[in-house]
T-cell receptor, first 114, second 112 residues
Framework: AQKVTQAQTEISVVEKEDVTLDCVYE???????LFWYKQPPSGELVFLIR??????QNEISGRYSWNFQKSTSSFNFTITASQVVDSAVYFC???????????FGAGTRLTVKP | SQTIHQWPATLVQPVGSPLSLECTVE??????LYWYRQAAGRGLQLLFY??????ISSEVPQNLSASRPQDRQFILSSKKLLLSDSGFYLC???????????FGPGTRLTVL
């Protein structure tokens, strides 16, 4: 069975601060996919990144970066120089290779204050 | 490009009334389709998914049901709503299993 844990329920930072959102997962599968989604106040989930279990390279996209550490089963998300528009709930998710069972973490609510 | 629609956006229904939420996808064929529920302040729970017309898999036993009458249409229904059915319902699609899922705008359901 799969499980995704986002221990940080809420984080509040001041604009321009860096912030890291933690994600720890459990799975028995050797092949799986990890995701991050952003849910702004409007409610729609916005896809941010997909990473497969064989690719441990860190990824950077603008102010966003992701650190995948298979040894610690973690897939952390860092926002550099945060902005007010980054305020949202962020979800980490995992899906195994052979089915549609995507499991989401409980989400982390990020508030960026001006 | 692909787009996913859900309606209605907001719904207030009395306990015991029926429910029908619709989701349609444009710009792709034979997508995998999903229904999720998000209770207030909580994560997403997968309710149903479908890999093709008439093929529905249920993840959680409940008084909800799903149907896929057409390739790009996915409907969530209930014959009698419960208070616990209140929540935010999200539809999603993907090209195939384990692919990235793309979500619709959601329907906020309040059962009174």
């Amino acid at each position: 069975a799969q499980k995704v844990t986002q221990a940080q329920t809420e984080i509040s930072v001041v604009e321009k601060e860096d912030v890291t959102l933690d994600c720890v997962y459990e799975t028995r599968d050797t092949t799986y996919y990890l995701f991050w989604y952003k849910q702004p106040p409007s409610g729609e989930l916005v896809f941010l990144i997909r990473r497969n279990s064989f690719d441990e390279q860190n990824e950077i996209s603008g102010r966003y970066s992701w650190n995948f550490q298979k040894s610690t089963s973690s897939f952390n998300f860092t926002i550099t120089a945060s902005q007010v528009v980054d305020s949202a709930v962020y979800f980490c998710a995992l899906t195994p290779y052979n089915n549609n069972d995507m499991r989401f973490g409980a989400g982390t609510r990020l508030t960026v204050k001006p | 490009s692909q787009t996913i629609h859900q309606w209605p956006a907001t719904l207030v229904q009395p306990v015991g009334s029926p429910l029908s939420l619709e989701c349609t996808v444009e710009g792709t064929s034979n997508p995998n389709l999903y229904w999720y529920r998000q209770a207030a302040g909580r994560g997403l729970q997968l309710l149903f998914y479908s890999v093709g017309i008439g093929q529905i898999s249920s993840e959680v036993p409940q008084n909800l049901s799903a149907s896929r009458p057409q390739d790009r249409q996915f409907i969530l229904s209930s014959k009698k709503l419960l208070l616990s059915d209140s929540g935010f319902y999200l539809c999603a699609w993907s090209r195939r299993e384990r692919d990235t899922q793309y979500f619709g705008p959601g329907t906020r359901l309040t059962v009174l």
